[in-house]
């Protein structure tokens, strides 16, 4: 559907009321690609599968604007849109002839069932908490990322190069994600997710000392951070979402995006400093969330 509907990118009207389209069956691909993976491998290569799809979703936002850019530079911009339907032409002919159908039926179920089943899970109390998390994290990233270049931008009046090469620096964090269920397993989930909300919590502290190579630092301290937290996020959903996982993933990827895209609404903070104190104050509620879930575990 993706590739169908980006050739009829023609003029500005059909980019809004098509990229409205796209965005709707996008949405569809981060739930979908979790629960293949949960129902196609085995357990033990999910680990490290859910990490490389996290890393792809992270860095889509830096990588997606240099290919657009790079298109754009030598076509214009209509070109992009081309440039995306061949790319999903060429996933849609791989997918079909290279991935194994899932072995695992599904329960069937009706709609109603299942919106019924959708509204519940963010009001379980196993769940609920995660799903916070789940909410700010990915709020957090693009906020962050939003006012970065806002600040770049506006403040410092750097170029649209250098702004774009220091975005892309931070994705350095982003390789700790592949080590991030090794890691969970290690010292236990929670405690991964505790680690990873510190080190983003460091990297906003660091983003307010207005030093370009301190919060490109910060930068990798931040996405890090993240990069270790969403696969724990659904290693734990998997694992209390029990007969429902499938469904307790869906939710969560509809949490996530939902928090992605009110993410650049942090722009409407008077300043900079405002907006990441701000996120501070976010990822430190998350943080108190999970000591005290941690602290209701060790009770049981």
């Given amino acids: ?7 009829f990118i023609t003029n500005f009207t059909n980019f809004l009321i098509i990229r409205g389209l796209q965005g709707f069956w996008a949405a569809s691909f981060a739930p979908v690609s979790f629960i293949y993976v949960l129902n196609v491998l085995e357990k033990k290569h999910h680990g490290i599968t859910v990490g490389v799809i996290n890393t792809g979703f992270l860095s889509a936002g830096v990588l997606g604007q240099l290919l657009s850019s790079s298109v754009n530079l030598f076509f214009h911009w209509q070109a992009i849109f081309l ?6 032409i060429a996933l849609l002919i791989y997918a079909i ?4 159908k899932p072995q695992i039926k599904q329960e069937k179920r009706s709609l109603i069932q299942l919106i019924r089943l959708l509204a519940k899970l963010p009001l379980q109390k196993d769940l609920k908490k995660l799903y916070f998390i789940t ?12 006012s970065l270049e806002n600040f770049f931008q506006h403040t410092l009046s750097l170029s649209e190069q250098a702004i774009f090469a220091i975005r892309a620096f931070g994705l350095i964090g982003l390789i700790v994600t592949v080590f991030s269920v090794k890691i969970g397993h290690r010292i236990g989930f929670e405690n991964t997710i505790i680690a990873g909300l510190l080190l983003s919590l460091l990297g906003l502290i660091l983003s307010m000392i207005t030093n370009i190579f301190i919060i490109a ?9 993240i990069a ?3 696969p724990s996020l659904i290693h734990l959903l998997g694992v209390k979402g029990g007969e429902n996982r499938s469904l ?6 509809f949490i996530l995006l939902l928090g992605a ?3 650049s609404g942090i722009s409407i903070v008077s300043n900079y400093f405002s907006q990441i104190v701000t996120l501070l104050f976010l990822l430190v509620g998350s943080l108190i969330v999970t000591l005290l879930e941690k602290r209701q575990l060790s009770k049981r």
Wanted: aromatic share 18%.
């Fill in 217 to 225: 630092f910060g930068t990798i301290a931040f996405v890090a951070g």
């Fill in 97 to 100: 002839k290279k991935l194994p």
């Fill in 248 to 253: 307790t993933i869906s939710m969560y990827s």
């Fill in 83 to 88: 440039t995306l339907a061949i790319s999903y």
């Fill in 135 to 146: 909410f700010t994290t990915l709020l957090a990233f693009v906020a962050y990322y939003t």
């Fill in 1 to 7: 559907m993706l590739m169908i509907i980006s050739f």
């Fill in 261 to 263: 895209s009110l993410g």
């Fill in 228 to 230: 270790i937290i969403i």
